[in-house]
């Protein structure tokens, strides 16, 4: 454990949930993924139970050798304190994209603009434009929650600035 710690540099003892919590979620991606590519067997079968954990453990394995793969691109482009936090930022963009994408339905049903009731050709532009105010907002939120709303917030500003929208960050 002594090992793990250093090399995640966790200090204390709370900052274990993120290696854990990005296990976890890193499991329940991994089943959601293997759940959609299930067509071999029939439901409900020894086979099917079997081919459902492996397919699950493998895409499980992948994501996380992929986060691995991503902390090190980004270990120097991204000013984290502590290499733990990258989990945390993994976690909240993970969450946030995810979040954005279920209520951005939802609330373009709400509006009156049901994917039904306009043309792809503008249903899809106008759902873009709608999530990604939404988008902005959740990230903060989640961040917050995660404890690196600073890391956060210095990204959006960055980003907006960078797509002529650095106004909203005068005073």
């Not at 250093?6 to 854990?20: H, K, R, S, V």
């Not at 999530?131 to 959740?138: A, K």
Request: charged share 15%; glycine share 8%; aromatic share 18%.
């Amino acid at each position: 454990m002594k090992k793990f710690k250093d090399n995640w540099e966790i200090t204390q003892n709370w900052q274990l949930i993120y290696p854990a919590l990005g296990i976890l979620l890193s499991l329940g991606c991994g089943y959601l993924i293997a759940a959609r590519l299930d067509f071999f067997f029939e439901s409900g079968t020894l086979q099917h139970t079997v081919y459902l954990v492996a397919l699950t453990i493998l895409i499980t394995y992948l994501i996380i050798k992929i986060s691995l793969f991503c902390f090190k691109k980004l270990k120097n482009r991204w000013i984290l304190e502590y290499r733990w936090q990258f989990i945390a930022v993994f976690m909240v963009f993970a969450i946030t994209g995810s979040t954005a994408g279920r209520i951005s339905s939802p609330v373009m049903n709400a509006i009156g603009v049901g994917g039904d009731s306009i043309s792809g050709w503008i249903y899809w532009p106008l759902r873009i434009l709608i999530i990604f105010p939404l988008y902005q907002l959740l990230l903060l939120i989640v961040a917050w929650i995660f404890g690196q709303y600073q890391f956060f917030y210095t990204f959006e500003k960055k980003m907006l600035s960078r797509m002529g929208l650095g106004f909203l960050f005068t005073r």
